[in-house]
Antibody
């Protein structure tokens, strides 16, 4: 069974840091691009960051550029998100998601982990 | 950035109804369009990819169509388990943006 399990969320003060992890199983992690997507309470979905299978291509949303760092360890089948200089508007459930790419170049997010809640508050 | 606009933002429907949700992109995205279903407290689930391809395991009452800037998700006969929020998402270019969501409620 393809599975993604996030961990590392919690309560942090503004300006603080947190590292999220995503453990993958049931598929060849080292062949897959991976993403972080977040959802603020009661709001819609926002793509945060992506990383290619070999970490050669990394991208960020403007809202987190310079504060968040995505990384992966293919030997451990794990994805990470280092979040620094956290702000109240970073409060959200953070999901990791695999990004399968199809023959004609289109891609999607499938599957998603169950999410981990990050709350930034004093 | 490509803006994705869904309509309606919410709708009320009965079991057995045919439901259509529309998604419009601010620029052409060919068929680089996906649809997700999200139930309260759960992660989103992929329904349709590449505008019209049904994800494995998704009931055939779900279908997608469109290309360019205008897309639709149709549920041919709404079932009790289909009451949820639906999101479109473009994979044409970064950042990979989502629509604001359409909440389907019981009438």
């Amino acid at each position: 069974e393809v599975q993604l399990v996030e961990s590392g969320g919690g309560l942090v003060k503004p300006g603080g840091s947190l590292r999220l992890s995503c453990a993958a199983s049931g598929f060849t992690f080292s062949d897959s691009s991976m993403n972080w997507v977040r959802q603020a309470p009661g709001k819609g979905l926002e793509w945060v960051s992506s990383i290619s299978s070999s970490s050669g291509y990394i991208n960020y949303a403007d809202s987190v550029q310079g504060r968040f760092t995505i990384s992966r360890d293919n030997a451990k089948n794990s994805l990470y998100l280092q979040m620094n200089s956290l702000r109240a508007d970073d409060t959200a459930v953070y999901y990791c998601a695999r990004e399968p790419v199809y023959g004609w170049g289109t891609s999607c997010f499938d599957p998603w982990g169950q999410g981990t809640l990050v709350t930034v508050s004093s | 950035d490509i803006q994705m606009t869904q309509s309606p933002s919410s709708l009320s429907a009965s079991v057995g109804d045919r439901v259509t949700i529309t998604c419009r992109a601010s620029q052409t995205i060919s068929t680089y369009l996906n649809w997700y279903q999200q139930k309260p407290g759960k992660a989103p689930n992929l329904l349709i990819y590449a505008a019209s391809s049904l994800q494995s395991g998704v009931p055939s009452r779900f279908s997608g169509s469109g290309s360019g800037t205008d897309f639709t998700l149709t549920v041919s006969s709404l079932q009790p388990e289909d009451f949820a929020t639906y999101y479109c998402q473009q994979s044409y270019s970064l950042p990979k943006t989502f629509g604001q969501g359409t909440k389907v409620e019981i009438k």
